[in-house]
């Protein structure tokens, strides 16, 4: 392998360490992000960078439509987004990305890193990480688990991957698929 291949390489793992760390827990606050426009909602986000004078709605309006970011995009929730680096805190159909972030995801998530607190749909990145498998109280569907596909996931979902970690699975760490099988902690 040649030298320039494996800095490259070694780049990309420290980004998605890095972005993976900032986001833990996973937590969007989009109400920090200005745009040019002050509205509720809106049915489309258009935007180079997250923030005042980059993109046209503020982060805290919901997009009913499609919220789409050259860099990185922010914002309370979507239907659909698309960025390099997404962040929304709902994602409610689809957010596509190499890298996406959200509190929910209600439906679907496809990057290199996929992050969620919780994830009810179906994540599908190389990395897919659920930070609050643990964490169900006041979830109206705590029955309901997602599924992650990709080479590494960790949460508490169906997972079929590489290797997956669920704390709560007949195995924490079982290569090709796991599953949660109950409660491990007790509670």
């Not at 997404?86 to 209600?106: E, K, L, P, S």
């Not at 439906?107 to 009810?120: D, H, K, M, S, T």
């Not at 029955?143 to 997956?164: D, K, M, R, S, T």
Request: aromatic share 14%.
């Amino acid at each position: 392998m040649n030298t320039k291949r494996l800095w490259a390489i070694l780049a990309l793992c420290a980004v998605v360490v890095e972005t993976a760390w900032a986001h833990f827990p996973v937590d969007v606050s989009p109400q920090q992000d200005d745009g040019l426009l002050g509205v509720g909602w809106t049915p489309v986000q258009l935007g180079v960078y997250s923030g005042w004078p980059f993109q046209f709605v503020q982060g805290s309006a919901d997009v009913y439509g499609v919220a789409a970011g050259v860099l990185n995009l922010r914002q309370q929730s979507a239907v659909a987004s698309v960025a390099i680096e997404n962040g929304i805190r709902n994602n409610y159909f689809a957010q596509v990305g190499m890298i996406d972030v959200c509190r929910v995801n209600w439906a679907f998530e496809f990057g290199l890193l996929c992050l969620a607190g919780r994830n009810v749909g179906i994540s599908a990145g190389v990395f897919n990480v659920e930070s609050n498998w643990g964490y169900r109280g006041g979830d109206p569907y705590p029955w309901l688990p997602g599924l992650q596909i990709g080479v590494l996931n960790a949460g508490g979902g169906v997972q079929v991957g590489l290797l997956n970690y669920n704390p709560q699975g007949f195995l924490p760490w079982f290569p090709l698929f796991n599953f949660p099988c109950g409660n491990r902690s007790g509670d």
